[in-house]
């Protein structure tokens, strides 16, 4: 039985979810707050941690799709969409899909006639996740294929095709994707890893530093940390799902990403598994590979 049931969409607002009318939520969508999902053409069944900011009115789409904190993707975006197998005599849904993930397609009766159905002799399977990093920004029309992880900080530029990971604070572009450079020196990354900063409140100390100094901003936030100055950001998070009556959501027990800081206002209640990939949004951990 979900906390609230029927709300609208100024009513999210005040449960750190930012939306025009919401339309775009398919299945659920579990997020830290705040979390800034401006309608794009669908999101489904996808994570976000606090401050992703979702732009895109209508025209991007991410689906089954875990996405750090401080996450930026710009407009007309397709990350992680559903694929069709390549080797079968038909990469056609009939050859492959389930009532209970394609229901539509059982809705006319001739497609239902040809469509599976029950499970079919060989099942098709695809990767459940694609994972779009801590402090990521996937630009203006790129396409990530389902699977693949964009590390921490790693830029994707406008148009690019990604098939392939992509390793921490690189930033890559073209058709298909390839690493241009990367965002700072290797010294200045491997700090960045260390510190993992998007675990921190950093409200506190934002006109003590100056961003655009990276070197400056990291010798204060290690210092600051050092001296346990630097506290956890542990944000609320939600589960919300779309209904004809409006929108239903649910307080989760713990954020989504490292739940094991201390934090007096949320206790965890269970283990948070971690994804099987190179870069761990739970923990934060990352090889840097050879450059």
């Given at each position: 039985m979900s906390s609230h049931i029927g709300l609208t969409a100024k009513d999210l607002i005040r449960?750190?979810?930012?939306?025009?009318?919401?339309?775009?939520?398919?299945?659920?969508?579990?997020?830290?707050?705040?979390?800034?999902?401006?309608?794009?053409?669908?999101?489904?069944?996808?994570?976000?941690?606090?401050?992703?900011?979702?732009?895109?009115?209508?025209?991007?789409?991410?689906?089954a799709?875990?996405?750090?904190?401080?996450?930026?993707?710009?407009?007309?975006?397709?990350?992680?969409?559903?694929?069709?197998?390549?080797?079968?005599?038909s990469t056609h849904m009939f050859a492959f899909t389930q009532r209970a993930h394609l229901p539509r397609f059982y809705e006319l009766e001739d497609a239902e006639r040809l469509a599976p159905d029950g499970p079919t002799p060989t099942p098709f399977t695809i990767p459940l996740k694609t994972v779009i990093g801590h402090d990521a920004y996937v630009?203006?029309?790129?396409?990530?294929?389902?699977?693949?992880t964009i590390g921490v900080g790693a830029v994707v530029a406008a148009r690019a095709v990604v098939t392939r990971d992509v390793p921490p604070y690189a930033i890559v572009a073209?058709?298909?994707?390839?690493?241009?450079?990367?965002?700072?020196?290797?010294?200045?990354?491997?700090?960045?890893?260390?510190?993992?900063?998007?675990?921190y409140d950093l409200a506190?100390?934002?006109?003590?530093?100056?961003?655009?100094?990276?070197?400056?901003?990291?010798?204060?936030?290690?210092?600051?940390?050092?001296?346990?100055?630097?506290?956890?950001?542990?944000?609320?998070?939600y589960r919300v799902e779309r209904t004809?009556?409006?929108?239903?959501?649910d307080r989760l027990p713990q954020p989504l990403y490292f739940a094991q800081d201390p934090c007096p206002s949320a206790t965890p209640t269970s283990n948070d598994s971690s994804l099987s990939s190179r870069t761990?949004?739970?923990?934060?951990?990352?090889?840097?590979?050879?450059?």
């Amino acid at each position: 039985m979900s906390s609230h049931i029927g709300l609208t969409a100024k009513d999210l607002i005040r449960f750190g979810l930012k939306v025009y009318e919401g339309k775009s939520i398919a299945g659920s969508l579990v997020y830290e707050s705040p979390a800034f999902i401006l309608d794009p053409r669908r999101i489904k069944n996808c994570r976000v941690g606090a401050f992703t900011y979702f732009n895109g009115h209508s025209t991007s789409s991410m689906y089954a799709t875990e996405v750090g904190r401080y996450g930026q993707i710009g407009e007309s975006c397709i990350i992680g969409p559903p694929e069709h197998p390549m080797d079968w005599f038909s990469t056609h849904m009939f050859a492959f899909t389930q009532r209970a993930h394609l229901p539509r397609f059982y809705e006319l009766e001739d497609a239902e006639r040809l469509a599976p159905d029950g499970p079919t002799p060989t099942p098709f399977t695809i990767p459940l996740k694609t994972v779009i990093g801590h402090d990521a920004y996937v630009g203006a029309g790129a396409f990530v294929k389902r699977g693949v992880t964009i590390g921490v900080g790693a830029v994707v530029a406008a148009r690019a095709v990604v098939t392939r990971d992509v390793p921490p604070y690189a930033i890559v572009a073209g058709t298909p994707a390839r690493i241009l450079r990367y965002r700072m020196p290797e010294a200045l990354i491997e700090r960045m890893l260390a510190l993992q900063w998007w675990r921190y409140d950093l409200a506190p100390h934002k006109h003590r530093v100056d961003f655009a100094d990276i070197g400056g901003t990291l010798d204060y936030l290690e210092q600051a940390l050092e001296a346990g100055k630097l506290l956890p950001l542990v944000p609320r998070t939600y589960r919300v799902e779309r209904t004809r009556e409006g929108f239903n959501l649910d307080r989760l027990p713990q954020p989504l990403y490292f739940a094991q800081d201390p934090c007096p206002s949320a206790t965890p209640t269970s283990n948070d598994s971690s994804l099987s990939s190179r870069t761990s949004l739970r923990t934060g951990t990352t090889n840097l590979p050879a450059r």
